[in-house]
């Protein structure tokens, strides 16, 4: 692309919403250029099973589900891009988006779908020992714990249906909540309650992960234990654990458009009920600005109602300018 090249429409991201809104964008002949970010699929590439996404009755796996949206995409036209953005300018138009690989380029119009992180529990041990028995993902890491005991910490969907994945593998889960009722979803419950390998430590904090090893003979340390504190009785405990492995939610990533973009307290990116953000021509869907719904479903409508607005806003621009196209989407964040 030359220099002066404009992008109509570019998508930060490639989660449910980023890879629907590029399929949506694709077929209205817009070109889309998306950039996968560094996690490529977003949350749901990671998840072991998907089954409650409509038109799959028998369930597919997280991959499979991420590689049929690329695919589709592509199929239209999408142009999918391995890179990262480090730095957007909203503050000019065309927008200027910078990527790690040293590309700038110009659009339009932005369609931001970041998505969101898995949270940090933030107790001493958790960072050192990541990768070392400390894990976010029950998909991934499941394997390494063939036989061995294991703590689940959060009390949420994720949590329980992690906590039956590695179920799979490991002899023992203990599912560790702050609390003594579950967040998760009945049916999710219902399972994990009626499945024999998993315990539960209600009303219970995780304060510290402890290792043995890496002491800098060469062995790699590995997490033997966390230590438990019981909320109610305020009783610790030493409670032995090959792995700890971590869902206490997400946080949305929105750094990248600190001073750009309206984010709100809890850092999600603030659009009206049309996906707008808070600059005309920048628009934002899934869970960079959804902190309720959050599932594969939610987040594909969001991006896919996202690219209809895009659409829209771009006849306006083309017909009548950027100020023109501006009120009329600018107006409700
Ligand atoms: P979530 O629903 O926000 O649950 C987070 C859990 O972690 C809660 O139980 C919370 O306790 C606990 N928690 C938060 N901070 C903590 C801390 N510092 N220390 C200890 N515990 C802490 O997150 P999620 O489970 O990741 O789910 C996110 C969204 O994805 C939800 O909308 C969920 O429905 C969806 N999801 C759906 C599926 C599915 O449909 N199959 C699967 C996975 C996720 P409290 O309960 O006390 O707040």
Not at 213 to 217: F, L, M, Q
Not at 230 to 234: M, R
Not at 276 to 281: C, T
């Given at each position: 692309m030359s220099d002066n090249h404009v992008e109509q429409v570019i998508i930060i991201g490639s989660g449910p919403a980023g890879y629907t809104a590029a399929l949506y964008a694709a077929r209205a002949d817009l070109s889309p250029l998306l950039f996968t970010g560094n996690?490529?699929?977003?949350?749901v590439a990671i998840t072991y099973e998907v089954e409650n996404y409509p038109g799959f009755p028998d369930g597919l796996t997280g991959p499979e589900l991420v590689e049929k949206f690329q695919k589709q995409a592509e199929k239209f036209g999408a142009r999918i891009q391995y890179d990262w953005v480090n730095e957007v300018d909203f503050s000019q138009h065309p927008f200027v988006v910078r990527t790690a690989n040293g590309g700038e380029h110009r659009a339009e119009s932005v369609i931001v779908s970041t998505g969101a992180t898995h949270r940090k529990l933030d107790v001493p041990g958790e960072k050192e020992y990541t990768g070392f028995g400390v894990s976010y993902c029950g998909t991934c890491?499941?394997?390494?714990?063939?036989?061995k005991e294991v703590i689940v910490v959060g009390g949420g969907d994720s949590a329980l249906e992690e906590g039956i994945f590695l179920t799979k593998f490991a002899a023992k889960v203990t599912v560790v909540h702050r609390r003594e009722e579950l967040r998760a979803s009945k049916i999710l419950q219902d399972r994990a309650f009626a499945n024999p390998k998993i315990e539960y430590k209600w009303n219970t904090v995780v304060e510290r992960i402890n290792a043995a090893?890496?002491?800098?003979?060469g062995t790699p340390p590995k997490v033997v234990s966390a230590t438990l504190r019981?909320?109610?009785?305020?009783e610790v405990e030493d409670f032995r654990t090959d792995g700890v492995f971590i869902f206490v939610g997400h946080t949305p990533n929105s750094q990248l458009f600190q001073g750009q973009l309206a984010i709100d307290e809890a850092g999600y990116v603030q659009t009206d009920r049309r996906y707008?953000?808070?600059?005309?021509?920048v628009f934002a869907a899934g869970e960079i600005q959804d902190p309720v719904f959050r599932q594969v479903i939610t987040s594909a409508g969001q991006g896919a109602a996202a690219a209809m607005q895009v659409e829209k806003f771009l006849g306006e621009l083309k017909a009548h300018g950027y100020h023109h196209a501006a009120v009329e989407h600018g107006l409700a964040v």
């Open positions: 996690e490529i699929g977003g949350q890491d499941g394997f390494f714990f063939r036989g090893g890496g002491d800098g003979n019981n909320l109610k009785t305020g707008h953000a808070s600059v005309p021509g």
